[in-house]
């Protein structure tokens, strides 16, 4: 079953512009992490947050989190074309007797048009 | 090698045959995922394996899904009698530690099922 909802499903930006994705769950976490997925199979780790961590920068990447209503969101700042994929949050838990797997949210299918 | 690699790329086959999807982590990662993402959705969840503990395999859909991992390196995921709605792209992923250690996830290319 799936952890995580996302919302926007679809988001259609500029180049330049901001990109502002969401993410909500479920049960108490240890930690949340990004991925993105482009047009193939791969996904790649973004950048991770820990449960007692309240925002984080990677590069053009900020991701914050609030536990206690259970979300959290990415924002991609100067969006590029190549910025274009589908973006998931993935939790991991391992409170109430839950192993350490990573479960996946529903996505964002971003296009950044040039 | 550098990454997980994951075999066949792609595979097609007829109903009601088994087939084996083999994945090779990366050396050293302790930790072991298989995922199926079917056409434009997200990530299904189906099996996790952590070091020499009793996999997780609550996310496995039916009994015709099975996975074993051979001394804690090479995982096989089999599908006994393979139904049309086992198409995907099935992923597997690998970590250094537990993901809730914070531990980087790290997928491979994915195998495609393509069942007729």
């Known amino acids: 079953s799936q952890q995580g909802e996302e919302d926007p499903q679809a988001l259609s930006i500029q180049e330049g512009e901001n990109a502002t994705m969401n993410c909500s769950y479920k049960?108490?976490?240890?930690?949340l992490q990004w991925y993105r997925q482009n047009s193939g199979r791969g996904l790649v780790h973004l950048i991770l947050?820990?449960?007692?961590?309240r925002e984080k920068h990677s590069g053009r990447l900020r991701v914050t989190l609030d536990t206690s209503k259970k979300s959290s969101s990415l924002l991609i700042t100067a969006s590029r074309a190549a910025d274009t994929a589908s973006y998931f949050c993935?939790?991991?838990?391992?409170?109430?007797?839950?192993?350490?797997?990573?479960?996946f949210g529903t996505g964002t299918l971003l296009a950044v048009q040039p | 090698g550098a990454g997980v690699s994951q075999s066949p790329s792609n595979k097609v086959t007829e109903k009601g045959k088994d087939v084996e999807l083999r994945c090779d982590p990366i050396?050293?990662?302790?930790?072991l995922y298989w995922y199926r993402q079917s056409l434009g959705q997200g990530l299904e969840f189906l099996i996790y394996?952590?070091?020499?503990?009793?996999?997780?395999k609550s996310g496995l859909p039916s009994d015709r899904f099975s996975a074993e991992r051979t001394g804690g390196s090479v995982s096989t995921l089999t599908i006994q009698r393979t139904q049309q709605e086992d198409s995907a792209v099935y992923l597997c992923?690998?970590?250094?530690?537990?993901?809730?250690?914070?531990?980087?996830?790290?997928f491979g290319p994915g195998t495609r099922l393509t069942v007729l």
């Open positions: 992923a690998s970590s250094l530690a537990f993901a809730g250690s914070g531990g980087w996830v790290f």
């Open positions: 049960t108490s976490i240890n930690n």
């Open positions: 947050i820990r449960s007692n961590e």
């Open positions: 993935a939790t991991a838990s391992n409170y109430g007797g839950a192993t350490n797997k990573l479960i």
């Open positions: 050396s050293g990662h302790t930790a």
């Open positions: 394996f952590q070091g020499n503990s009793a996999p997780d």
